[in-house]
């Protein structure tokens, strides 16, 4: 059994089909699903969705860097409330939050306080991150420095960069660790040979990003957590292991950051 650390089964995507794509993942091995939240209507599809299969499905809050807009205090002060009142749910992190750069810099100003702010609920909470980074690590490390030695741990989620940017994340605690993804099944993909060169197996976790960008080979189709598996049986091959020492070593990472 293993974990996708990061889906968005609340997403339009799934609106069909959730209860078979849950189905699907179990059949495949998957025995928890992380949903993290991106935006206002988050708020409350991510803790519905996991209400209705609460063995399976954990949430998290958040806002995610790209729908930081004119009204991010307005819903960060929404989520905040909800991780501090919500007794009906147990979040596992706060995310996915972070920074984003790719497109726009329009909110760029907006994305530094927003993410800083979710820093700070990571500590007052003792809830890890689920970070969000896109051509903008220099900034991320920069406003996450001051607070090293207090941040209960994370993961940087849908890791694409190389050795020296690896080695950047893992200059954080063991509770930091990367998240790897469909693109390391990717013909062209160098994560198989930079992971292995300076990413030990204890500081990996392994996710889907569903709906996004699922590995080989159904790269082009819908993702969904069940296809996690194919990153999982890379990542071995790529680390000379067996699947069953990939799986148990990432389910001890998850352990360690989540608590679950």
């Known amino acids: 059994m293993f974990i996708d650390t990061h889906a968005h089964l609340d997403g339009e995507e799934f609106k069909d089909d959730l209860q078979a794509t849950v189905e699907r993942a ?3 091995g998957v025995s928890k699903i992380f949903i993290p939240a991106i935006d206002r209507s988050s708020i409350t599809s991510v803790p519905s969705i996991c209400a209705e299969y609460p063995d399976v ?13 004119a009204d991010y205090q307005e819903v960060l002060a929404l989520m905040h409330s909800l991780l501090l009142n919500d007794t009906l749910h147990r979040y596992i992190a706060v995310g996915e939050c972070g920074l984003d750069f790719y497109w726009s810099r329009e909110f760029e100003k907006e994305q530094l306080l927003a993410f800083e702010e979710q820093v700070k609920w990571s500590i007052e909470l003792n809830l ?50 990367l998240g ?22 204890e500081r990996i976790v392994l996710e889907t990003d569903s709906p996004y960008m699922a590995p080989v080979p159904n790269r082009g189709k819908r993702n969904e957590p069940a296809f996690v598996k194919q990153v999982l ?28």
């Open 26 to 28: 179990k059949e495949a």
């Open 128 to 177: 890890p991150l689920m970070i969000h980074c896109r051509k903008a690590q220099n900034e991320l490390l920069e406003i996450m420095k001051p607070y090293k030695d207090k941040l209960p741990g994370g993961v940087f989620h849908c890791f694409t960069g190389n050795q020296k940017e690896a080695e950047r994340y893992l200059d954080f605690s063991d509770r930091f660790v």
């Open 180 to 201: 790897i993804g469909g693109v390391s099944t990717f013909k062209n993909s160098h994560l198989r040979e930079d992971l292995p060169a300076v990413v030990p197996l």
């Open 57 to 69: 499905l954990y949430p998290m809050m958040g806002l995610q860097p790209e729908e930081v807009k």
């Open 233 to 260: 049986l890379t990542l071995a091959q790529a680390y000379g292991c067996t699947p069953e020492e990939m799986a148990s070593v990432t389910n001890k990472n998850v352990q360690r950051i989540f608590g679950v």
